[in-house]
């Protein structure tokens, strides 16, 4: 079965950090990864999609930056942190063809 | 353009109560899925739609897809307390392989 991996859960950084959050799939290839960013009792909002190694999508330009050096590893990362960078980051995969999205549990960011 | 809108934004039941929440799109949608997000929690897939005026159970949730394909329903029977959280309706793009996931409604059921 499939399963995906995102850590850490929780994560407490200054501003002007950096930041690098990775998520990894087991049990299935090729498949789309996804990040998304949840602010405190708001919807989903898609920050980076990816269809293959190296084939990133942005869909808000902002102070992050996402890479896939692996099949099934998709990393986000920011040079230095903002106070609006805080957020719940969930990286979520789907089969080729996107049908229905998997989450991973997520990561709590507070930036200070 | 891509959005889909989801109503109401709250809820608050009695337990025992029903409870809908509709999702609602300016286009055509190929499908509609649902998800459960518990508080503090991840979203979890629920079910996906994709036949116009399909309609799927699970349990006590009835999931409807409109005729038009422009609208979907979560309908829950007899809410419990473990029903609370956050639903959202979700439709792939009409381009490229990712989703749009609708502002969810968020549900509470008091004892």
């Known amino acids: 079965s499939q399963t995906i991996h995102q850590w850490p859960a929780t994560l407490v950084q200054p501003v002007g950090s950096p930041l690098s959050l990775e998520c990894t799939v087991e049990g299935t290839s090729n498949p789309n990864l996804y990040w998304y960013r949840q602010a405190a009792g708001r919807g989903l909002q898609l920050l980076f999609y990816?269809?293959?190694?190296?084939?990133i999508s942005s869909e808000v330009p902002q102070n992050l930056s996402a890479s896939r050096p692996q099949d099934r590893q998709f990393i986000l990362s920011s040079k230095k942190l903002l106070l609006s960078d805080s957020g719940f980051y969930l990286c979520?995969?789907?089969?080729?063809?996107?049908?229905?999205?998997?989450f991973g549990q997520g990561t709590r960011l507070t930036v200070v | 353009g891509q959005q889909v809108m989801q109503i109401p934004q709250y809820q608050h039941v009695q337990e025992g109560e029903d409870f809908t929440t509709y999702c609602n799109s300016s286009?055509?949608?190929?499908?509609i899925q649902w998800y459960k997000q518990r508080p503090g929690g991840h979203p979890v897939f629920l079910i996906q739609?994709?036949?116009?005026?399909e309609v799927k159970k699970q349990k006590r949730l009835t999931f409807q897809f409109g005729e038009a394909k422009k609208n979907s329903s979560l309908h829950i029977t007899a809410t419990q307390t473990t029903d609370v959280g956050t639903y959202f309706c979700a439709k792939r793009r009409d381009y490229g392989q990712n989703f749009v996931f609708g502002p969810g409604t968020r549900l509470s059921v008091l004892p």
């Open positions: 979520a995969w789907s089969p080729a063809g996107a049908t229905e999205a998997f």
């Open positions: 739609l994709v036949k116009s005026g």
């Open positions: 990816s269809v293959g190694i190296g084939q």
């Open positions: 286009t055509t949608l190929s499908n």
